[in-house]
T-cell receptor, first 114, second 110 residues
Framework: DTAVSQTPKYLVTQMGNDKSIKCEQNLGHDTMYWYKQDSKKFLKIMFSYNNKELIINETVPNRFSPKSPDKAHLNLHINSLELGDSAVYFC?????????????FGQGTRLTVV | AQRVTQPEKLLSVFKGAPVELKCNYSYSGSPELFWYVQYSRQRLQLLLRHISRESIKGFTADLNKGETSFHLKKPFAQEEDSAMYYCALRTGGGADGLTFGKGTHLIIQP
């Protein structure tokens, strides 16, 4: 079974549109994340979220918003898409504390804004 | 703020040669250090973390607090090692997520 799954795998959309990327984890982890990988393969944290706290990377535009319907899901909503938003977005999850705090990643969503 | 530096954007070695991917970090506290690997168009996978001190696929990495380094090494490279390698750091309980280096693209030539 896939531990962290994202949908869709590919997303092509026009500038100005609003889109969502879904993420689900079946590991029972308490913390989920969104990362952005740009065209130069540079990975940067966007959000970190558990049921108590949302930590936002201050460089992320407020057009991006995470929404968590429950502990196993963290969706990413993007409003008014811009060309510069084109990237691969990775969802991840981990468990805070304990002996195994490894972060597990989804397969990524390749977003192309045209 | 913490930072992870991978000085080599691209590293090309021949099959059977030793490999060393460099990673330096800056953080005032005691971080957790990791190496993640990303094969072509696949998800990131954990390769090593300094806490476990284990060897995976022949790779090892030792945390050197004096030099603030966590270099990844393998004595004999194999073609299937070709991938992007990311050094990453986590602080505190991990709620802030991972801080990644810019990655090193390792190419193993036959």
């Amino acid at each position: 079974d896939t531990a962290v799954s994202q949908t869709p795998k590919y997303l092509v959309t026009q500038m100005g549109n609003d889109k969502s990327i879904k993420c689900e984890q079946n590991l029972g982890h308490d913390t989920m994340y969104w990362y952005k990988q740009d065209s130069k393969k540079f990975l940067k944290i966007m959000f970190s979220y558990n049921n108590k706290e949302l930590i936002i990377n201050e460089t992320v535009p407020n057009r991006f918003s995470p929404k968590s319907p429950d502990k196993a899901h963290l969706n990413l909503h993007i409003n008014s898409l811009e060309l510069g938003d084109s990237a691969v977005y990775f969802c991840a999850s981990s468990q805070q504390g304990g002996s195994n705090t490894e972060a597990f990643f989804g397969q990524g969503t390749r977003l192309t804004v045209v | 703020a913490q930072r992870v530096t991978q000085p080599e954007k691209l590293l090309s070695v021949f099959k059977g040669a030793p490999v060393e991917l460099k990673c330096n970090y800056s953080y005032s506290g005691s971080p957790e250090l990791f190496w993640y690997v990303q094969y072509s168009r696949q998800r990131l996978q954990l390769l090593l973390r300094h806490i476990s001190r284990e060897s995976i696929k022949g790779f090892t990495a030792d945390l050197n607090k004096g030099e603030t380094s966590f270099h990844l090494k393998k004595p004999f490279a194999q073609e299937e090692d070709s991938a992007m390698y990311y050094c990453a750091l986590r602080t505190g309980g991990g709620a802030d997520g991972l801080t990644f280096g810019k990655g090193t693209h390792l190419i193993i030539q036959p």
